[in-house]
């Protein structure tokens, strides 16, 4: 019994003076627990150069990827927590003139067009224009009783948004539609749709659903999909560089496609802009691209700061969500060798992946006869990258998630932490009081109304006897570790073991213990 007074004498010394005791906190308003919510932040503060000192090997690394598979020209960035830290190019935009590529030179990027095109409907949904269920024949009447099946399910903006419409695959057939007219996409659905699926049950990518998505911003604005774009994304975020109609890019700028055939590059011929332009047809550079990568990296984390981009941070983020399950690939092998089962899923105009690790990525990749590009970004590493290129279908997705992980593993970076709720912090200082002997646990007020149901506390009081005497004296308490804002453990460091507490909070407010676990661990 003295053994167990001194104990807990010793952990209430170790922690007096963190925190205020719980039974001392006043109830929180609303705006009180915004005030109070903690975003993660990168404790790491020389991870940029840390970085810089790689700059030099990823240069060799596209400039290497390049040349094995035949790139005319290319450019590429890698961003920064919102900033373009690094950029390069190798190669020509025009080899009839010898027009080197510049990070100023502007690509076609194909399908990472779409995501554009997706921030253009939730910035009008944002606005109550229109509703992401709406049926899609709101919009566009000629597709209205159009199904697979009798018991097939409407179609929505939802659907064509996640590739869940039930249209069939079509790459490549959907690459040479992109001058095609509003009047000539209106005829091909009055004529009648050739579904592969019914509507929301699976995913399959379908250029046909997005050029859809473009006629609706046009019918719900009254103008081209391309100006409503140009007017509320591309001129908020000064994106100079920026296009649809190659003919209005200057000569010297505009990359040209190539197809390599036989040892040697054929010209691939440039598409104007029509309504399939919604789906692949922006052209712009890595300096006005890199803006719009900025955009969505700070999206993250959620934050109490001022609204500043041309969409929302919230809707931005739902964009990033995993919305239409896509695939797994349990074989995955990085560029190293090692392997990493990645599950991925496909959100609105972007794609969603996570690996073994942990790791999620945020990316969409672009390819037309002449082009290929991709981008990427680790949302919790503050990282991103961008590789544009003018080879038909290039293939640059595996070089940038190459980079990525170098530069991930060879300078040591590390995601984002979560500082711990002022909660969570509270309901450890209580525990602490209470630890190990439980006197008074029942009259504390920080245990919600199941626990003591849920655990007897004479079983309690003999867990944590057995768990402190078995890890001796305790010299240290350490940090409350979140899993976020209403789960986290912290670890008690002893003489012979270390003490591993675990504990999860309700939704009431203020939140109460409604779970909890206590186990020995090595030191």
């Known amino acids: 019994m003295l053994q167990s007074i001194a104990m807990h004498k010793r952990l209430f010394l170790l922690f007096k003076g963190m925190v205020l005791l719980c039974s001392l906190c006043p109830m929180l308003s609303v705006a009180q627990q915004k005030e109070q919510y903690h975003a993660p932040v990168f404790e790491d503060k020389d991870r940029l150069q840390r970085m810089e000192a790689l700059f030099p090997v990823v240069a060799q690394l596209y400039a290497s990827y390049a040349e094995k598979n035949h790139f005319p020209g290319y450019a590429f960035g890698i961003m920064l927590d919102g900033k373009l830290v690094y950029k390069g190019s190798g190669g020509y935009i025009d080899l009839e003139n010898k027009i080197p590529a510049t990070t100023t030179a502007m690509f076609r990027i194909a399908s990472m067009s779409k995501s554009f095109t997706a921030m253009a409907i939730l910035q009008l949904r944002d606005q109550g224009k229109l509703q992401l269920d709406d049926p899609v024949s709101k919009y566009i009447p000629e597709i209205r009783n159009q199904q697979l099946t009798s018991d097939a399910p409407v179609i929505t903006i939802r659907h064509l948004l996640t590739h869940a419409a039930g249209f069939p695959e079509d790459n490549p057939w959907g690459d040479r539609q992109l001058a095609d007219t509003r009047e000539a996409l209106l005829q091909l659905i009055k004529k009648g749709i050739s579904f592969s699926n019914v509507p929301g049950v699976a995913y399959e990518y379908s250029n046909l659903g997005f050029a859809s998505l473009g006629y609706i911003i046009e019918k719900v604005t009254g103008k081209p999909y391309s100006e409503y774009i140009a007017e509320h994304i591309w001129k908020p975020l000064n ?278 676990h206590i186990r020995n661990i090595a030191r």
């Open 239 to 516: 994106m100079n560089q920026a296009m649809y109609e190659y003919s209005r890019v200057p000569a010297a700028q505009l990359a040209h496609g190539y197809r390599w055939i036989d040892g040697n590059w054929k010209t691939e011929a440039l598409l104007h802009d029509g309504i399939y332009g919604a789906m692949g047809g922006m052209i712009t550079s890595i300096e006005s691209f890199s803006k719009y990568v900025a955009l969505h990296q700070q999206a993250w984390p959620p934050r109490n700061d001022a609204e500043q981009g041309p969409l929302k941070r919230s809707s931005i983020r739902e964009m990033h969500q995993p919305w239409r399950f896509s695939g797994l690939n349990a074989q995955f092998t990085y560029p190293d060798g090692r392997k990493c089962p990645v599950v991925s899923a496909y959100g609105y105009g972007l794609r969603w992946s996570k690996d073994c690790e942990g790791r999620i990525i945020i990316e969409h990749s672009g390819g037309l006869p002449g082009f290929g590009s991709n981008w990427k970004i680790l949302p919790e590493y503050g990282l991103g990258v961008i590789l544009f290129a003018n080879v038909t279908y290039a293939s640059t997705s595996a070089i940038n998630l190459q980079v990525l992980d170098t530069l991930i593993r060879a300078a040591k970076l590390k995601p984002a932490s979560l500082p711990p709720s002022d909660i969570l912090k509270e309901r450890q200082a209580a525990l602490l009081k209470l630890l190990p002997s439980w006197d008074g646990a029942a009259s504390s007020g920080i245990f919600a109304e199941n626990f003591f149901a849920d655990y007897l506390i004479d079983a309690l009081k003999k867990e944590a006897k057995e768990m402190f005497e078995k890890a001796g004296t305790i010299t240290r308490v350490g940090k409350v570790m979140p899993e976020n804002q209403l789960r986290g453990s912290f670890t008690l460091y002893g003489t012979n073991t270390n003490i591993l507490v675990s504990f999860t909070l309700t939704p009431e407010h203020p939140a109460l213990i409604q779970e909890y």
